[in-house]
């Protein structure tokens, strides 16, 4: 019997659960052992009271059990998932995460500790709920210059974004429909402003480019402060609009940014709609290779869960290395962007301009972005709204 634990049992955990349970014939065919979770760690053990004996709140339970070879963590805990995973690691246990914060931040420290103790650390559910990309895109890295990654990382900003162009509905009513169906947290500041789509990005991004990449080094702008007016003329003009989260590499030089973009209708994104997500990645080998699926919810992101922890008992993983070699981060962008404002902005960045509902709607030239943002330093950032026209060249 092979023995794992689950920390953490949202929606998730929950998910990974219900799936081991009812496959768990199929994946005993698959692993010549029957796979038990035998603890999952909750942080109010009360709750579960009658449910069985498997919850613990001490994950000292699970740490020191020596029958426990693999540890699910999925608790999206920042602070405490850093510690259960170095701890796992540094006890010869497997560790598989769906948690893309913590993932984010120490990638490469994980990889290489993971390394030393010769076990595995899997984390496909951490980018693209259902998507199997973290996998494929490793073996594409192998064999190919990967120089370009473009995509819809967040489901809840394209849910948002696509009911409003649908519906002709506001922002603060599609939000809370999002809320209401589990798509929005209480506080959606990660979603809805473009981090989380960030922290996906740069886990992609570092594995494509074999780079160890900082966060602080990727540009992102969310989409909180649009309006129908946004979305009427977009409509008008025949274009959607899409939080895109993109990167690139470039000689010496790479760059990072998540933002609004204005898509046409010959654009694969432009057809991704809901709480979908779609990665596209450029090869040397290849034109583009386009991934899209479910990019949240119970049981797509518990699918990727299991999945790894099959490839994790079984070491069925290609391993990561990172290049040490530095490389700059591109600090200038340029683009057209449209923009709306309560009053007109510069004439030197305009190529047009014209009023709509009491606000100036703008489209630039083609204008550095660092430039842009220092101009509409002197509007309110709800009486702000700007995204890329997409076909432009970003730097």
Do not use: W
Request: proline letters at 2%; a negative charge; aromatic letters at 10%.
């Amino acid at each position: 019997m092979i023995e794992i634990a689950l920390l953490g049992f949202g929606t998730v955990g929950r998910g990974t659960y219900e799936i081991i349970e009812k496959r768990a014939e199929e994946i005993k065919r698959v692993l010549n052992d029957e796979l038990k979770v035998s603890k999952v760690l909750v942080r109010n053990k009360g709750k579960y009271k009658g449910q069985g004996d498997i919850f613990t709140d001490r994950y000292d339970d699970i740490l020191n059990d020596d029958n426990i070879s693999l540890v699910c963590e999925m608790t999206g805990d920042l602070e405490n998932s850093y510690r259960y995973i170095n701890e796992a690691l540094k006890a010869k246990k497997h560790v598989v995460t769906s948690n893309k914060a913590v993932v984010s931040e120490n990638l490469s420290y994980f990889t290489a500790l993971a390394d030393e103790n010769e076990v595995n650390f899997l984390y496909e559910a951490s980018v693209g709920g259902s998507i199997p990309i973290i996998t494929p895109l490793t073996a594409q890295s192998v064999i190919n210059r990967i120089y370009r990654i473009r995509g819809i990382l967040n489901g809840t900003s394209n849910f948002i974004l696509s009911k409003m162009y649908n519906e002709n509905l506001s922002y603060d009513e599609v939000l809370r429909e999002a809320q209401a169906l589990g798509y929005a947290e209480a506080d959606p500041y990660a979603d809805v402003e473009g981090i989380d789509a960030l922290r996906k990005l740069k886990i992609l991004s570092s594995i494509a480019f074999s780079k160890d990449i900082e966060n602080s080094e990727i540009l992102s702008e969310g989409i909180s402060s649009i309006l129908p007016v946004d979305i009427e003329v977009f409509k008008e003009k025949g274009f959607k609009i899409k939080l895109v989260a993109e990167s690139f590499l470039n000689e010496d030089k790479y760059a990072l940014l998540v933002e609004p973009v204005l898509v046409k209708s010959e654009d694969p994104l432009y057809f991704i709609e809901g709480s979908n997500n779609i990665v596209e990645i450029f090869g040397d080998n290849y034109s583009s290779l386009s991934f899209i699926g479910e990019g949240a919810g119970k049981l797509p992101t518990g699918n990727a869960v299991v999945i790894d922890i099959i490839d994790a008992l079984l070491s069925n993983n290609l391993k990561l290395k990172f290049d040490n070699l530095k490389i700059k981060c591109a600090s200038k962008f340029q683009g057209s962007y449209y923009v709306r404002t309560k009053e007109k902005i510069d004439e030197s960045l305009l190529a047009e301009s014209f009023e709509r509902d009491g606000f100036v709607i703008s489209r630039t030239k083609m204008v550095d972005r660092g430039e842009l943002k220092k101009e509409l330093r002197k509007f309110r950032d709800e009486d702000c709204f700007i995204a890329r026209f997409e076909g432009e060249d970003l730097v």
